[in-house]
């Protein structure tokens, strides 16, 4: 973005709506090449989203882009139009989420925390998309978030942990009686 | 409770991202820092001219190195670093000049028109130039060369005739390993109406770092006021000093909040990474495999600065013969200067370098005597109560054999080798040393409260994301039977904990804790204990009762917090005392040593190069596992961290610890539990021990599989590719 000779001054501006967490917001002058974490957090007052790279490949600001997990900092936020972008902060209403946050918890995954937010973006965007993901998928869905705290697989663990435990719920929504029995607090393991 | 699983504390404000690190603390008036840096790594600063930064619409302020006192540097052993560059740069990324501004754009474009004009120098990357190179720096370039000489050559046996002698030669290659912190060093500094500064910053060491902020502002202590805040993650070292302080002096320049947060890329360049090593070894044996010497030259690449390069050396001395009974070792072991970055302390800092080496060696011997690898580990294993060629006589636990050998029996993986692979096994066995060494007074306090049935506890100690902060409820859910402590960290209130790492905290935090725990329920159970007519000691205090040792008194916990309202006590814990290494490299240097053993099976396609990790085995001298949970995360960690360092972490690169694919879960074949005299519920630190085996058994995987030397790291596919 910065560099020698770079005319902040000349830089097109431009004000457009960002639909974020399901509210039309108003980003005003703002330079067109921003990226969407930086909008984010320093426009819209969301620090839920992390900034670890600047480049995507330390998944921490990664956020729901039409329910897909992106990283943030590559998508240039004045592009997004009628797309609607969810971050942590409206994630965590969804109880969904909560699963996955609680799973992330139990496994030892959630230790500086600084990459958490993004893991539970791609974890619930993967979760959603797919009923019972296989290991590659998690995996896979998983890769792009490194951790030196923890290593890869307690959040592996924990994705796999919380896929399983919402299986009963889906089931038992199609069923007439309730003969299969809802997840306990504890899980079902 | 100790020896129990227990859900961190934070870990829900984490998951659900209201957790807040430095990059998210905001202030009104907040100013943004973008510092200038040296794009050379050794050059003349003819002159510095901020004009250009001025004319910026939305800059508030420019510092160079004429706006602190003089000499103003930094540095925790010997401060020779300076805040800003003065007059030279000595490593490409040294700042020379910080900018403050309204907008962060507007930093960055005021950082780009600060104009610095520079007379670029020779530069030494290599760390063999330092010894005939000039000197880098007016202290000179060897930080620190330790000859180390212990025992005396083994020519002849015992009846008179000459040893039969295998010989093995290697020279080895360990690169820098990046931190990677998951949150770049960042601080917020806000000018107080007294003329001081509070800094908002995630240090692990609060109290050095403020006092060096202090020393380089020419301000007193007192005056300096840091308050740790969240840590993004910390593999050994965190926060760079210099940035602190230049935030803190942008804030007293204009009088508003200043906050900078590194970019990765220059996060990448400010050092504090592990030093890179180059290592030359000779090992001696007799026909039967007895090691009869090992002599090595050990250079260290320190970087531009001190730094800790000191310590590490300190530390790796001991470590290079690896954890064997020796009977002569002369080993030379510098830390020198070069033109890059200034290394750190990251986990194993020292040991992991050696232990590739050493370990190499010993594969190499077992080739030559047509022996089994392990086999001969075994027959050379340090046990308790043998020396270290540092002279020291190991008195704690010393499991090297029972972890090798819980690794080597452990079943193989159960996966035949995928189609068209070769698979290779390796072994290796480290060693550490813990907590600070060579006559480092170290201690940490605690205070606990007791208020009502809800305990508070108040350490120095700072949680960097180890999870130390479960250990300090388990502790008090253990003596006082409270399992929801609130911790708090004391920043610089309390006198200093150290920073985290080298098992400081598990040792001398939780034994400060333990203690102070232990005074109030020794205070509250007197009363209990005086209505039966015995003394407290007879009393147990588990799962929510008060139970007697015969089980004829059965109460609920709250009988002790009845008659008491408030009760605050303070713990303290000091290390074992050590001394100084002298100058033949002896002496009693260390208070504790913890070792670990790792087998790693690989797959690897000869065609294309490439590496499948498929099995990592681990046997951990833990002392006592305090959080089964906790111990596992910590050794996935490591486990992690150290098959970056052999297959996909490059300096140059931005990020790149393994992912998902990279590295299997770890199988733990043992935890050993032979609890380490004087530590608290004889448990030792895990982290550091844990990562130190785990590069070169992924290398003696590797050639295990290859027959190849690789005789550095990373091991990249077109090194590994064999006909």
């Not at chain 2, 210099?242 to 360049?269: C, F, I, M, N, Q």
Request: glycine content about 12%; proline content about 8%; overall charge negative.
């Amino acid at each position: 973005m910065s560099g020698p000779g770079f005319d902040f001054d000349a830089a097109p501006t431009t004000s457009y709506v960002l639909r974020v967490n399901g509210e039309a917001r108003l980003i005003e002058n703002a330079w067109i090449g921003e990226n969407l974490l930086y909008v984010l957090r320093e426009r819209l007052g969301l620090p839920g989203a992390k900034d670890g790279c600047g480049q995507g490949v330390c998944g921490t600001c990664t956020v729901h882009l039409d329910g897909v997990a992106v990283s943030a900092c590559l998508v240039a936020a004045a592009t997004l139009g009628d797309r609607e972008v969810r971050t942590i902060e409206d994630l965590d209403n969804d109880p969904e989420t909560a699963g996955v946050q609680r799973a992330l918890v139990e496994s030892g995954a959630v230790q500086c925390g600084y990459c958490v937010p993004g893991v539970v973006a791609s974890a619930c965007a993967l979760l959603a998309r797919s009923s019972e993901p296989g290991e590659v998928e998690i995996r896979r869905a998983l890769d792009g978030h490194p951790c030196r705290c923890a290593g890869p697989h307690p959040m592996v663990d924990a994705v796999r942990t919380a896929a399983r435990r919402r299986a009963p719920r889906e089931t038992h929504s199609t069923m007439m009686f309730n003969v299969i029995a809802p997840p306990a607090a504890g899980g079902t393991e | 409770m100790i020896g129990e699983s227990a859900p961190r504390p934070d870990g829900d404000a984490k998951a659900r991202g209201r957790f807040s690190y430095t990059g998210d603390l905001w202030a009104p008036g907040l100013l943004w820092c973008v510092l200038v840096r040296s794009p050379y790594r050794h050059a003349r600063i003819l002159d510095v001219d901020p004009a250009g930064a001025y004319a910026v619409p939305g800059v508030r302020g420019v510092v160079t190195a004429a706006d602190l006192p003089p000499g103003a540097c930094h540095g925790v052993i010997v401060a020779d670093r300076p805040v800003l560059a003065d007059g030279v740069v000595r490593f490409a990324g040294e700042a020379v000049a910080a900018v403050a501004a309204e907008t962060l754009h507007a930093a960055r474009a005021g950082a780009a028109a600060v104009l610095v004009s520079y007379q670029p120098l020779e530069a030494a990357s290599d760390p063999e130039h330092a010894f005939a190179g000039p000197p880098l720096h007016p202290d000179g370039n060897v930080l620190r060369h330790i000859a180390l000489r212990h025992g005396r050559p083994v020519k002849l046996r015992r009846d008179g005739t000459p040893v039969d002698e295998v010989v093995v030669e290697g020279l080895y290659e360990v690169p820098a390993q990046y931190q990677a912190n998951p949150a770049t060093d960042a601080a917020l500094a806000l000018p107080s109406p007294d003329g001081g500064v509070e800094l908002h910053v995630a240090s692990p060491y609060p109290h050095a770092d403020r006092d060096q902020v202090a020393e380089c502002l020419g301000l007193p202590a007192g005056m300096v006021r840091l308050m740790p805040t969240g840590a993004g993650g910390s593999a050994g070292t965190r926060e760079d000093v210099g940035l602190t302080a230049v935030v803190a002096l942008l804030a007293l320049r204009t009088g508003r909040p200043v906050k900078a947060v590194l970019e990765r890329d220059e996060s990448l360049s400010v050092g504090g990474h592990r030093h890179a090593a180059r290592m030359k070894y000779t090992h001696r044996a007799d026909r039967d495999g007895r090691l009869l010497g090992v002599e090595a030259q050990i250079i260290l690449d320190g970087g531009a600065y001190a730094g800790v390069s000191a310590e590490v050396i300190g530390r790796l001395i001991g470590c290079a013969a690896g954890p064997y009974m020796v009977p002569y070792a002369a080993v030379d072991a510098w830390a020198v200067r070069t033109n890059n970055p200034p290394a750190g302390a990251m986990r194993g800092p020292g040991a992991v370098q050696v232990c590739f080496a050493h370990e190499a060696q010993m594969d190499k011997l077992a080739d030559a005597l047509g022996m089994d690898p392990v086999e001969l580990r075994l027959r050379n294993a340090l046990s308790s109560g043998t020396m270290l060629t540092t002279g020291q006589v190991l008195d704690g636990p010393v499991p090297v054999g029972a972890a090798l050998r819980a690794v080597a029996e452990a079943a193989p993986p159960a996966a035949p080798p995928a189609p068209g692979t070769l698979r290779g096994t390796g072994y290796a066995v480290g060693l550490m040393p813990l907590l600070g060494i060579e006559g480092a007074d170290e201690s940490s306090t605690a205070t606990v409260r007791l208020d009502g049935g809800v305990v508070t506890v108040t350490c120095a100690a700072v949680e960097v994301g180890q999870g130390f902060v479960t250990l300090v409820r388990q502790i008090v859910d253990e003596v006082l039977g409270v399992p929801d402590a609130i911790v708090l960290q004391a920043g610089t209130a309390l006198p200093t904990a150290g920073a985290p790492g080298v098992g400081r905290h598990t040792w001398l935090t939780a034994g400060a804790v333990e203690q102070a725990a232990r005074e109030i329920r020794e205070r509250l159970l007197a009363p209990v204990a005086a209505r039966y007519g015995m003394t407290a000691r007879l009393l147990d205090v588990r799962d929510g009762r008060i139970k007697s040792y015969d089980g004829l008194i059965d109460l609920s916990v709250d009988a002790m917090y009845e008659d008491t309202a408030t009760v605050t006590t303070a713990g303290a814990c000091r290390a074992p005392s050590t001394e100084p290494l002298d100058d033949a490299g002896q002496g009693n240097a260390y208070p504790a040593v913890a070792f670990s053993a790792c087998r790693v099976v690989v797959d690897l396609d000869p065609e294309l190069g490439t590496i499948r990790v498929v099995d990592v085995t681990g046997a951990y001298d833990a002392g006592r596992v305090l959080d089964p949970g906790q111990a596992r995360v910590r050794v996935e960690s490591s486990v992690a961290m150290g098959v970056g360092l052999a297959l996909t972490e490059d300096i140059e690169s931005v990020w790149s610890p393994p992912g998902t694919w990279d590295v299997p879960a770890v199988r733990v074949a043992a935890w050993i539990e032979e609890p380490q005299p004087g530590a608290p519920f004889g448990a030792k630190g895990l982290g550091d021990a844990a990562v130190v085996p785990v590069p070169a058994a992924v290398a003696a995987a590797v050639r295990d599989a290859t027959g190849l030397e690789l005789p550095r790291l990373p091991l990249r596919p077109r090194d590994v590719v064999v006909e």
